[in-house]
């Protein structure tokens, strides 16, 4: 079984005080690693960069966003109207939050933007991603209480089951990838760069290669394919 990279999907912060944090090592980890280590290096990246480097005085935060104590703000960063950003969280420069998103324990990758009620926890979003409308990310599997998740995340790959040794992850969402509306993603997925996730799709469990469209006409009868025009990088 391959290890699934953090650098295969996403790009490392190189802007602003977070790229002087060990955020700024993101791309060397691999996933069950950083995963394991997160809430540690959360503390440390803090840290590093102390209250009054925490949030950069030039990202917007409207008056009805509600920001957690330990979320990291980067350099032009937009947080919208009854936007919740917490447990964790960093949106590195130029990352735009708009209307009514709840963003739980996840990165967001410099420039990267997250529509109108968007929903994602404990997810790695790349650099330029661009999620549309009404887009969740699940970070738990189905269990008889669900407030004690139980059952341990895997990502299933074109080599085998990769476990993610934790019973909350959402997904990896690579550099550029863009979705419509109306989607539902996780637990354990990891996508690669430059894909297309279609209105209406909804995935689980699995790998989805760089370069690739992913449709459902209807919900059980998802397709991907390659992208006409794009090449290997």
């Known amino acids: 079984m391959d290890p699934i990279i953090l650098g295969d999907y996403v790009t490392a912060p190189t802007e602003g005080a977070i790229a002087t944090t060990v955020y700024g090592g993101l ?17 440390e990246a803090l840290v590093t960069l102390g209250e009054d480097q925490r949030i950069h005085p030039s990202a917007f935060i409207h008056p009805t966003a509600i920001i957690g104590d330990d979320v990291i703000i980067g350099p032009d960063v937009k947080v919208h109207e009854f936007t919740t950003v917490r447990q964790g969280s960093v949106l590195c420069a130029g990352a735009r939050i708009g209307f009514n998103c709840e963003v739980t ?66 997904a990896v969402i690579g550099d550029d990838t863009q979705t419509g509306n109306n989607i539902s993603i996780g637990p354990g997925v990891a996508i690669g760069r430059r894909c297309q996730i279609t209105s209406g799709v909804t995935l689980a469990i699995r790998t989805v290669h760089k370069d690739c469209t992913v449709t459902a006409p209807h919900v059980m009868e998802a397709s991907i394919r390659r992208r006409r025009g794009t090449f290997m990088r």
């Open 27 to 43: 791309e060397k980890f691999e996933l069950a690693d950083f995963l394991a280590q997160w809430k540690g290096l959360q503390r």
């Open 105 to 170: 324990a996840t990165f967001v990758g410099e420039r990267a933007v997250l529509g109108h009620r968007i929903g994602v926890n404990r997810t790695v979003l790349g650099a330029r991603a661009h999620l549309s409308a009404s887009v969740t990310v699940a970070a738990i599997n189905m269990t008889a209480d669900m407030r004690k998740p139980d059952r341990e995340v895997i990502i299933r790959t074109t080599t085998g089951l990769y476990r993610c040794g934790t019973t909350q992850f959402g």
